[in-house]
């Protein structure tokens, strides 16, 4: 995958992922929380486009707000991948932001992990599926997911990962317009941080909870609109990862659409399906 305007340059998607649930069952001496949860790709995604050059300059030709140059997730993956390969090669990134900035859905993750990923074909750094991981989860917890590219049950904080098979579904997406700090709501004296361990095989369709969901409800009001919302037109609404955006799991296209023409005014929302697999699943390097 990938389009080829001239023998540099290729424009790749950065898709996006859903919680089907988040518990959070302890925290570790260091403060970081253990997780369990099932994430999936949905076919909703922000696109890159890479040029590769051979000056060894890292830059990118857009801006986010409030995210600068050296902050940037892709601009960091491709710094990491070239301190750590000692590759001489460069690359100009240019971003197409599709996933709202603090919505849950692994926006700024997933388009490191798609740097990392094409960057080790193109730049021709031969790093193996598990070193790519390991650089994945110093850039965030969820980076390591995507480079993984399967649909998977994770645990501690983001690192352990166990393929699991998730059926095709329609989702309808709902986008309250606030963006959610992590780290503030893995803050909160409210988090629930006991929640049992479930050591099961499989995860039925509205299977568990999202422990963060009371508390980010409780403090943004748009998110519990949307999730008022979707909880009636479509059922089992949830928040995904720390928020902002929600769902609904539905059986069909016009079922997510109907929801999603539902959400109140100022609630944005997209109808998506589920995937399995990542869409440059191709480009992960071999298992060693």
Known sequence: MGNMSNRNEHIFPAPAKINLFLHIIGRRDDGYHLLESVLTFVDFSDMLRLTVTDDGVI????????IAEEEDLTVRAAHLLQQETGITKGV????EKR?????????????????????????????????????ALRLGADVPF????????????????????????WVALAFPPV???????????????NTPSEKIAAFPRGYGRNDMQD???????????????????????????????VFSLVDDEESA?????????????????????HPLLEWSPCKE
Not at 59 to 66: A, L, V
Not at 92 to 95: C, H, N, P, Q, V
Not at 220 to 238: F, I
């Open 59 to 66: 830059k990118r030709t857009y801006d986010i707000s409030g």
């Open 92 to 95: 100009t990134i240019t971003l």
């Open 99 to 135: 996933i709202p900035l603090g919505s849950g859905l692994g926006g700024g993750s997933s388009d490191a992990a798609t740097v990392l990923m094409v960057l080790n074909r193109l730049w021709q750094t031969r790093l193996s599926q598990q070193d790519l991981q390991t650089l």
């Open 146 to 169: 995507f480079v993984g590219g399967h649909a998977a049950f994770v645990e501690g904080i983001g690192e352990r990962l166990t393929p699991v098979v998730v059926l095709p579904m």
């Open 179 to 193: 963006s959610i700090s992590t780290a503030e709501i893995f803050q909160s004296p409210q988090l629930t941080r």
């Open 215 to 245: 508390v980010v409800a409780g403090r943004y009001s748009e998110v519990r609109r949307a999730l008022d919302c979707l909880q009636q037109q479509a059922g089992n609404a949830r928040m995904s990862g720390s928020g902002s955006a």
């Open 257 to 277: 659409h109907r929801a999603v023409q539902s959400l109140p005014d100022g609630i944005s929302g997209v109808v998506a399906r589920t995937m399995m697999h």
